[in-house]
């Protein structure tokens, strides 16, 4: 193939978004703008000064500021009356503690600097996420300083019959726990409680229940209870499995995103990645999705598929396994059932070759497969049936017991529809006087169609212990704030058997009391108490400490953070229960066109939505911040003239709502989704105006509240809409960034089909005498799950820039995480995930063109950011081909942080101002601690002493960080890789952050090309990837 | 009135110039002697020189973190139980204590926010275990001979980075050696 054609076809094989892909006219007038806006046309800091004033009055400011020889302002120091000795200012303690994110529980260790939290990791030793922590769980800590938290119990005044119009009175614990205690010797008591794992809550609750007579209910908006009523059906025994994926060497998920959304995403994705080594064992996963997420992006092949498809799929497989290829054995009745599915493969697009090859290939690996749906998306009216086939396929293939552990399976994952239904069933009886909602925020879950307002009215007293007055605070009579978990004392039991415990790290910021106190209290004031100790961290250290037998046992307890392990054996079968069989029933009928409603990553179900970094955390799958948006096939798109942003009318049987769309690659035709989470109206400043509630769409007349398969009818409004996207504005020029190649081609050659240039240099390059950092970044193990963008923004005080800005390119991250597609996205695509961060070059693009040397090179290889020499030309980053700079447009200083928010800031990290170009550092403070600590203790500087903070978070060891001057480095070792690449090589930048590229672990040839030419004309020689010395 | 116009504009040169006058040249914006009054009259000529306490015996964690820090209040009624309970400034020390307060200190010694220094290396470089008051001393003077702490030297950045050329071992010129 000649050059020129070689460059015609596979220029834009890979693509950001489909405006590039196309190379629209508007794409290209955007990338060739080094800015996406302009500071001249600037009108809108609040400030209101027009450049020229602002020189003008910098003159006279520097005038009076640096004259005389009294310093100004005055500043203070304020030590210690008496200094708790653990305390040393300067020197960080670490805890060790827990934390549940709304999805999954984690062991956390967190970092305090002299009495508060600033950094949260995952505990590495405990068993389960290990060092891996989600984005929301990082966030919590944001959580914790939210200034729009309530500060003081709060009395509503307000008729209890026309819940709605209060204003909220604050008011001292002891008003508040008298009106509590006269309620409850009416008795009737609800206690509506959120998931909770901890044993010593959970007996409180009940002993509270017993001994004042009432109830406790389990409910959270996102739950299993699909799963549950399968399970118990199947089994005879309600519970949510924990899937093995290190275990399993094929996976096919049918809608359950259990790399994002889905169960525990984070400790999933820390087993999946340990079975997906290139050089070693790899598991094959193959993805059905009607929606497209994390793990259908990860996937090794997949199909896009409408809601109603999900059941007929599983048993279409089932069909073909037993019947046809008669690999396994299955009762014979199930056969008229699945037998009308036997050509599902038709409507979803797939070969007969394809469906049967997928079947044997599942029958090839009988006891080390998985098969798994779940989550929102597959919540159509034949949720349950789902669940009941998907067990029966798994029992088929030997999977219950051995990559499937149902006796050893997931806690919090109790709550169940059904118990809310009862809820509202005893309400609307009159059986209820007094509800206690602990946590939760039904208000803003439900439809209006549930009617829960109303019910709220026949309660007499309504008590809450939410932290914001979001919209069930706001009709509570009582609010009993409970505190945030990092202030409360408590423990946690996220798996059978493996206990973590909850040690608070600060002092509770306002005046608040735990719900496990506020039991006790309130019991003890009614004259029947629930537990001798005067305190629920009493109680709490009690009960660990006969449980462990002793003082010393409860401190080994609190050092280590955990007790236990996780199961490691093989279960006995689970014992199928085949007359489960007859609950199956295919009520979900196909409709043109079908709704879902799924949660995303950062917003899931909308707890976090007033912390701004969930907020601007970019979607994984479409890079959009602060919005939800109905995600539509690009086939759809071009039948309806819809583009990003177009607004539809979006009607169900139940509701009708205008929402922008969003034309995701990959998306089938007939299936459209939006996120829950958004629109929410109280609770804070941040989450107002921030997206589209959408709550109404769920049905919740069933056992299991309806949240997919809606037939849905979709009309163009003619109005449009911005959506913010981190992502797409820049052009890639066809250049080979992301790389990936097959399995099988990886096998045969070695080699991933990098093209090679000759790079010659006009530098003679640096030299180190001592360390050489460099980092390494593994796309293979790479998931895109954007825990490290939260915790880089964390540990180095990076700022949150807004919707507004957003669309103007001046989103702050420093470590984004690139999304490219290849294929053909009408049909399905492949994805690959790539974080970039400031790629610390050799021959640093920016370092030549600062005109102020404010960014140099260290002796150490760091690209080195110098804050207040930069004055801010931004010829850096426009020199910069990796674009990781980025500008400061605003005060999103410390000083412009609300209180408490300021707290939260690292203080061994500059703050920057505005007017000031920043970047990543690779944590160049971390890296001065490892190298204090060696120093200290008189000895060289070990490999893993200095972790980054993106490195600190990430569930599958994707990131690694060292010294190239360590032979023995990890770092050292992943840059010798046959995998190993840089970005944009030809540029002889020489970055010192290298990739490994992507395997995919698929028979079919690969979308995109992988002799991609760079645009240049030199020879094709090799070159030595290791930059010059 | 053009000769009007150009002598206005020298107006701010002028007060510049004017401000300036009482400042030792080189040290603007530096505060080098600076000398504030604080609170309590702390002497480090009576404590340190006279009594010859150990710096490290109140700045007691300068061997071990970046900052020395400012004695917490339990460190000074160590003496203060018993010494000197008569004397006006120490009644109003011990007040405090009790009173569970704390003295608001007012900063000598300032760096900006964008500036991390670590005292714990350069105590450790620049003198032994048994005495430190030669490392404190090559940067915050006679310490033993004020009656006020004043700001011995410029700490401007040319100051610290003519150190780290000068002195052997060498010390680090990385931008971000100070600057992170």
Redesign the interface.
């Known amino acids: 193939m000649s050059m020129e054609k070689q460059q015609e076809t596979k220029q834009n094989s890979y693509w950001k978004s489909l405006d590039e892909k196309y190379q629209t006219p508007e794409f290209i007038e955007q990338a060739e703008k080094e800015f996406q806006t302009s500071p001249l046309k600037e009108d809108d800091d609040k400030s209101g000064l027009a450049r020229r004033q602002f020189m003008k009055l910098m003159g006279a400011s520097i005038a009076l500021s640096s004259a005389a020889c009294v310093r100004r302002p005055v500043q203070k120091i304020i030590p210690y009356n008496k200094r708790p000795s653990e305390v040393i200012p300067g020197i960080a303690n670490y805890y060790a503690s827990s934390v549940h994110d709304g999805r999954e529980g984690f062991a956390v260790t967190v970092k305090t600097r002299e009495g508060r939290p600033l950094f949260l990791a995952g505990n590495a030793d405990y068993p389960g996420n290990a060092q891996g922590l989600s984005a929301r769980g990082t966030s919590q800590l944001l959580s914790l300083y939210d200034p729009d938290r309530v500060r003081t119990p709060v009395i509503n005044t307000q008729d209890p019959k026309k819940r709605g119009n209060n204003l909220p009175i604050p008011r001292d614990w002891e008003s508040l726990d008298k009106k509590v205690v006269a309620q409850l010797a009416k008795g009737d008591i609800r206690i509506l409680t959120g998931e909770t794992s901890s044993p010593s809550l959970k007996n409180i609750m009940n002993k509270f229940s017993q001994n004042l007579g009432g109830q406790v209910h389990t409910w959270t908006p996102v739950n299993e209870s699909d799963v549950l009523h399968a399970a118990e059906l199947c089994f005879g025994k309600s519970a949510v499995p924990k899937y093995r994926y290190d275990k399993a060497s094929m996976i096919v998920s049918i809608d359950g995103d259990f790399l994002g959304t889905y169960l525990n995403p984070t400790e999933s994705s820390r087993l999946f990645a340990q079975n997906r080594n290139p050089d070693g064992n790899m598991s094959r996963l193959v993805s059905f999705q009607s929606v497209p997420s994390l793990t259908s992006f990860n996937s090794d092949d997949n199909w896009g598929i409408k809601p109603s498809q999900q059941l007929p799929l599983v048993l279409g497989l089932i069909h073909e396994l037993a019947f046809v290829q008669k690999k396994v054995s299955a009762v014979g009745s199930i056969r008229s059932l699945t037998a009308d599915y036997a050509k599902i493969y038709e409507d979803i697009g797939m070969t007969h070759e394809q469906f049967a090859e997928l079947a044997s290939e599942l029958a090839q690996h009988q006891g080390d497969s998985i098969v798994i749906a779940g989550g929102l998306q597959t919540k159509t009216k034949d949720s349950v049936s789902l669940q009941i086939a998907v067990n029966y396929l798994n029992d088929l293939l030997s999977n219950n017991g051995a990559t499937i552990q149902w006796s050893h399976g997931l806690n919090a994952h109790e709550s169940m529809d059904q118990d809310f239904s009862d809820l509202l069933d005893a309400i609307n009886d009159g059986k209820v006087k007094t509800l206690i909602i602990n946590e939760i925020n039904p208000m803003y879950n439900l439809p209006n169609s549930t009617e829960f307002k109303a019910a709220l009215g026949k309660v007499e007293m309504v008590v809450t212990t939410n932290n914001w007055m979001d919209e069930t605070a706001n009709l509570a009579d009582l609010v009993a704030p409970a505190g945030h978990a990092m202030e409360n004392w408590g423990d946690n039991e996220f798996e059978p058997g493996l206990f973590t415990v909850q040690q608070p790290t600060i002092q509770p910021l306002h005046n608040t009391r735990s719900f496990g106190d506020s039991l006790m209290v309130w019991s003890k004031g009614a004259g029947k108490a629930v537990a001798t100790e005067e305190t629920f961290y009493d109680f709490v250290k009690n009960r660990w400490t006969s449980q462990l037998g002793g003082e010393k046992a409860w401190i080994d307890f609190l050092q280590k953070g955990f007790q236990g392990q996780t199961y490691e054996g093989t279960e006995r079968s689970a014992g199928f229960n085949t007359s489960a069989l007859n609950n199956i029933s295919v009520q979900q009928t196909a409709s043109p066109i079908e709704l879902s409603l799924y949660t995303k990553v950062g917003m899931h179900d909308g707890t976090l939505a007033n912390v701004s970094w969930m907020q601007e955390l970019p979607d994984p799958v479409s890079k959009i911040v602060w919005d939800n948006y109905l995600v539509i096939a690009p086939s759809l798109a071009d039948e309806k003239d819809l583009r990003d942003g177009s607004m539809v009318q979006v009607k169900t049987a139940q509701h009708e709502m205008t929402l922008p769309v969003y034309v995701s690659p990959g998306q089938n035709h007939g299936s459209v989704a939006v996120a829950i989470g958004y629109g929410r109206s109280k609770g804070g400043e941040i989450l107002k105006n921030v997206g589209f509630n959408v709550q109404d769409f769920i049905v919740t007349d069933n056992t299991v509240f309806e949240h997919a398969g809606f037939a849905v009818e979709i009309n163009k409004t003619g109005e449009t809409y911005r959506l913010a996207q981190t992502q797409g504005h820049h052009n890639m020029e066809g250049r080979q960034l992301a790389v990936e190649t097959t399995k099988k081609e990886y096998k045969k050659t070695n080699d991933i089909g990098l093209h090679k240039h000759k790079i010659f240099s006009i530098w003679n390059g640096h030299k180190y005498e001592g360390h050489k950092w460099g980092l390494g970044v593994d796309l293979n193990a790479c998931t895109g799950c954007s825990a490290c963008m939260v915790a880089c923004q964390s540990e180095n005080n990076i700022p949150v820039v807004g919707k507004k800005y957003v669309l103007g390119g001046r989103e702050m991250h420093w470590i984004r995480i690139d999304r490219y597609y290849s294929g053909d996205e009408k049909k399905s695509v492949d994805a690959i995930f790539q974080p970039v961060m400031c790629q610390h070059c050799e021959n640093a693009p920016c370092e030549t063109v600062c005109p102020v040397l404010a960014t140099v090179h260290s002796d150490e290889g760091l690209n080195d950011m110098v804050y207040n020499r930069c004055v801010g030309t931004r010829y850096c980053s426009n020199n910069c081909p990796y674009k990781v700079r980025r500008f400061n447009w605003f005060y999103y200083d410390g000083h412009h942080r609300k209180e408490p928010m300021h707290m939260a800031l690292n203080p061994d990290v500059t703050v920057r101002t505005r007017g000031v170009m920043e970047k990543c550092t690779f944590c160049v403070q971390r890296i001065k601690e490892g190298k204090n600590a060696a120093k200290d203790q008189n000895r060289p500087l070990k490999d893993g002493d200095i972790k980054t903070a993106c490195q600190s978070v990430c569930p599958t060891n994707a990131i690694v960080f060292g010294d190239l001057n360590d032979k023995e480095s990890k770092v050292n070792k992943w840059f010798d890789s046959q995998r190993n690449y840089t970005l944009l090589e030809e540029f002889n930048a020489a970055p010192r952050v290298r990739y490994l590229a992507k395997i995919r672990n698929t028979p079919r040839e690969l979308g995109g090309g992988h002799h991609d030419n760079g645009g240049h004309d030199s020879g094709h020689g090799e070159t030595d990837h290791k930059e010059g010395h | 009135m053009f000769l009007v116009q150009r002598s206005l504009k020298l107006i701010?040169l002028i007060?510049?110039a004017m401000?300036?006058a009482?400042?030792?040249w080189g040290?603007?914006?530096y505060?080098?002697?600076?000398k504030?009054d604080q609170p309590i009259p702390f002497s480090h000529k009576l404590h340190a020189g006279e009594y010859k306490m150990a710096c490290v015996y109140c700045h007691t964690?300068v061997e071990?973190?970046?900052?020395s820090?400012?004695?917490?209040?339990?460190i000074c009624m160590n003496c203060h139980q018993v010494v000197g309970i008569d004397k006006e400034p120490i009644k109003k020390l011990r007040q405090?204590?009790f009173d569970?307060?704390?003295?608001?200190?007012?900063?000598v010694h300032?760096l900006?926010?964008?500036v991390?220094f670590?005292h714990?290396?350069h105590v450790h470089r620049f003198s032994t275990a048994e005495d430190r008051y030669p490392a404190c001393k090559t940067c915050h003077g006679e310490i033993k001979q004020m009656d006020v702490v004043e700001q011995h030297s410029s700490l401007s950045m040319g100051w610290c980075v003519n150190c780290h050329r000068e002195q052997e071992p060498k010390g680090?010129?990385?931008?971000?050696t100070c600057?992170?």
Request: with cysteine; glycine share 6%; charged share 20%.
């Open positions: 701010p007060i510049i401000l300036f009482n400042c030792e040290s603007i914006g505060n080098k002697g600076y504030p964690q071990v973190a970046k900052h820090a400012v004695p917490s209040l339990n405090k204590y569970g307060e704390t003295v608001n200190w007012v900063k300032m900006p926010d964008h991390k670590n714990k290396r680090p010129l990385n931008c971000s600057h992170q």
